[in-house]
């Protein structure tokens, strides 16, 4: 390798390295852990830096890992996280590493993740006397329940960094393409429970009950207005009900119906005006049809804001790289816990394709296949766009 062509040296190690992390990537797709269960996957991490000499620390937030890579010379320490959940899926590839658990599947790629930091730590390891600074490899769990990064967070795990680096497979992008958005990038998500109760009675006489699903079914029209008449129209949100239960039987009116919905916002006074509304709304209920309503509102992460600073860096080492520009996108209502990491440091999220050919994969769906070309790519952007970022 020609140690005065970073290019080429991180090109030739990333190649390299892609047939040892696919295995290593098949290993854990086919023993997919959810939020907070991911022990296996964590004992391989720690037994891979082990094996590359980097100190580390595991159990950090329950089930996360943090290794830490110094450099050849005084400065920032940067912050590198891959999530490492599965999702409560069944899988339906049928391919020859399926998972073999029932009803849990990688279907969000975070099984690429963690192989791609794993390569992203063997490199930067090789690289580290180049390094002013040094590299928290931050393998993180329960992404997938907005927990993870919290519970990390809360274990010391984010102390002393200076900027961050995540990274997110993207199938609608092919791969050998990379891409970011500027600003806010990924939504606020809050959650909500609502019950609302009333009065069960007989089917033939509702004027004797007080009937929950009506009010419920209100509820639910009238939340979509919260987009729709109360939110400024330039500034994105989105309301969902994804939960509506209640009843047992064709006539009998119920006692009360359960619901479950998430509110996903770019802008922090847009979150106030949607939550200030959704609590109205429950208010307006209780009035208007005689039930109680019982709201448990939870805000869980904020929106994930790219720095400019670290992204213009890190869109000029991804360039210098690969010798094109990553591509410009736009925001996306989807949301993600590194927005906890990104909103204690400047932070920049990057996007990695990873679209298989003849394929039209989404995330989060039961026949999700990657194409693991995504890993080599991922370990080079990421290696050099540190280069970058503690020259």
């Known amino acids: 390798m020609r140690i005065n062509d970073p290019a080429r040296r991180i090109q030739d190690a990333a190649e390299a390295l892609a047939p040892g992390l696919s295995a290593i990537r098949r290993d854990i797709h086919a023993h997919p852990e959810l939020a907070f269960e991911e022990v296996r996957t964590a004992g391989i991490v720690a037994r891979e830096l082990a094996r590359l000499g980097i100190p580390h620390r595991t159990g950090v937030g329950r089930t996360g890992v943090l290794g830490m890579i110094e450099g050849g010379?005084?400065?920032p320490t940067l912050a590198i996280r891959a999530d490492m959940d599965?999702?409560?899926i069944h899988e339906e590839t049928g391919l020859s590493f399926a998972s073999t658990v029932d009803g849990k599947m990688h279907a969000c790629g975070h099984d690429i993740h963690?192989?791609?930091?794993?390569?992203?730590a063997e490199v930067l390891r090789d690289l580290a006397p180049m390094l002013a600074g040094r590299v928290a490899l931050v393998f993180q769990p329960a992404e997938e329940t907005l927990q993870g990064a919290a519970a990390m967070i809360a274990d010391g795990a984010a102390e002393g960094f200076d900027m961050a680096l995540g990274f997110h497979n993207h199938p609608d992008m092919p791969v050998g393409e990379t891409g970011f958005a500027r600003g806010a990038c990924l939504a606020a998500s809050d959650r909500f429970d609502l019950v609302v109760r009333g009065k069960s009675g007989h089917a033939a006489h509702p004027e004797s009950a007080v009937d929950p699903i009506v009010a419920a079914a209100h509820f639910v029209a009238q939340a979509q207005t919260v987009v729709s008449r109360e939110v400024d129209p330039l500034k994105p949100a989105v309301v969902t009900i994804g939960m509506f239960t209640g009843g047992a039987t064709y006539n009998i009116i119920p006692e009360r119906v359960q619901l479950k919905g998430t509110v996903r916002t770019l802008d922090p006074g847009t979150r106030d005006v949607a939550e200030g509304a959704i609590r109205?709304?429950?208010?307006?209920?209780e009035l208007g049809f005689r039930v109680e309503g019982a709201l448990?509102?939870?805000?869980?992460v904020p929106p994930l804001v790219n720095d400019d600073g670290v992204l213009e860096r890190v869109v000029a080492a991804v360039s210098a790289q690969f010798g094109r520009a990553p591509s410009e996108g736009v925001a996306s209502m989807g949301s993600e816990d590194f927005a906890e990491f990104a909103a204690l440091a400047p932070a920049m999220q990057l996007r990695i394709g990873s679209g298989t050919p003849g394929r039209a994969d989404k995330l989060h769906n039961a026949g999700y296949q990657p194409d693991e070309g995504c890993i080599p790519v991922g370990v080079q952007a990421l290696s050099r766009a540190a280069l970058e970022l503690l020259a």
Request: hydrophobic share 40%.
């Open 73 to 75: 010379r005084p400065g």
């Open 86 to 88: 599965a999702l409560p």
């Open 114 to 120: 963690t192989v791609t930091l794993l390569g992203v």
């Open 280 to 285: 109205r709304l429950v208010g307006g209920l």
């Open 296 to 300: 448990d509102y939870r805000r869980m």
